[in-house]
C-alpha cells in the first residue's frame, strides 16, 4: 500500500540520487577495504536508511512493506554490502521487537535502531543449526533476574559491528523442537558475550560475519521479547517471512544493476564491426533477463500489497524469494558473459556481482528450503 505517492517519489528520487552520486563510485575501494567508509556510513544515518520499517512513533520513517520494497529496489542497484548494513535494522534486527517486543523494549531500542546509532543484529543460525533452525542448541537457563546463554551463532550479519543482537536461545533445554525457543534482546557489552573473527566470503566484501559466542552470558531477563518463554521460533519465523520479501526486492534491484550494466557494455563494445547488441544472441540474453527481472519485481509488488492488506503471506514471501533469487543469479551469469572476458576478470562490477549475488540462493532459507516450505503448504492446504 502506497499512502502518498507524492513523498514516496520524493523519497525514492533522494535514494536514487545518493546510490549514483555516493555509493556507486565507491563500490571498488568498498571490495577492496572490506570496510564502507564512515562518512558514507553517516549520509546513509541521515537520509533515515537505517529507519525504513521502524514506526514512526519510534524515530523511523514506518514504510509500508508496499513502499519499502520500492526503496529496497533503489538501494539494491549499489553493491550488496550497503543494503546489508542497514538490512538488519530494517529487517531481522528490528522486527523481532518491533512484531512481538514489550512496550518498554520498544521504547529502549527502536529509536535507536531507527538513527543508526545502534546496529542490530539477528542471531539463530549455529554450527549444526542451519535450514533445520528448530534444532538449535544455545541454551538460556533463568537465574533470579537474568537468563545464563551459553552456544555458539555463526555466520551472523552485521555481528562485528551490532550493539544489540535479537537471540534465539533454548530456554527448556530438555525439550526439543521448536516450543521451547525463546527470543532474547543481548547487548554487545553482556558479560560472557564474544565475537570470533571476522569471516572470509567468496563475495559481498563491506558486509561483515562472525560468530557470535555465549559463555555464561548474563542477560537481564527484561531482555526477553514479549516477556514470555517459548514465543521465540514464532518470533524468527515472523521475521524471516517479512525478510524473504525484502531478499527478494534486493534481487531484484541487484539484476536491475547487473542488466543495465550489460546494456550498456552490448552498445558499447564493437566486434566484427558493430556493437555486440545487434548480435541475436546476445539480445536474447538481454530479453530473457528483462523478462525474469519484471516478473519477478511484479511478485515482489503483488506480495508487498498482500502483507500490508494483512493478508497471510507464508507460501507467497517463499515464492519470491525462490524465483527472485534464482533469477538474479542467471541474470548475473548472463551479464558476465556479455561481458566475455572482461566480465571474468577481477575489480570489474560484472564480476563482483557474479559472487556477490551467490549468497541470495542460500540465506533466509535456502532454495531448496523454499520449496520444501512452498510444497508442505500446498499440501496441507489440500488436504484441509
Known sequence: MIRDQEK????LDSVSRFVRERLIPVEAEVAEANDIPQE?????CELGLFGLSIPEEYGGLGLTMEEEVNAVFEISRAS???????GTNNGIGSQGIVIDGTGEQKRKYLPRLATGEVIGSFALTEP?????A???????????????????????S????????????????EKKGAGAIS???VERDAPGLLLGSTDKKMGQEGAHTCDVIFEDCRVPAANLIGGKEGGGFRTAMKVLDRARLHIAAVCVGTAERMLDDALHYAIERQQFGKPIAEFQLIQAMLADSKTEIYAARSMVIDCARRRDAKMEIFTEASCCKLFASEMC?????RSVQIHGGVGYMSGYAAERFYRDVRLFRIYEGTTQIQQLLIARHLIKGAQG
Open 134 to 156: 528448530a534444532s538449535l542448541r544455545t541454551s538460556a537457563v533463568r537465574d533470579g533476574d537474568f537468563y545464563v546463554l551459553n552456544g555458539t551463532k555463526r555466520f551472523i
Open 80 to 86: 550488496p554490502a550497503f543494503r546489508s548494513l542497514i
Open 329 to 333: 543469479n542467471r541474470v548475473a551469469d
Open 8 to 11: 514516496l517519489n520524493a523519497l
Open 158 to 173: 552485521n555481528a562485528p559491528q551490532a550493539g544489540i543482537y535479537t537471540v534465539m536461545a533454548r530456554t527448556a533445554p
Open 40 to 44: 558514507i556510513t553517516q549520509e546513509m
Open 183 to 185: 527470543a532474547f534482546i
Open 128 to 132: 549444526g543449526a542451519g535450514s533445520d
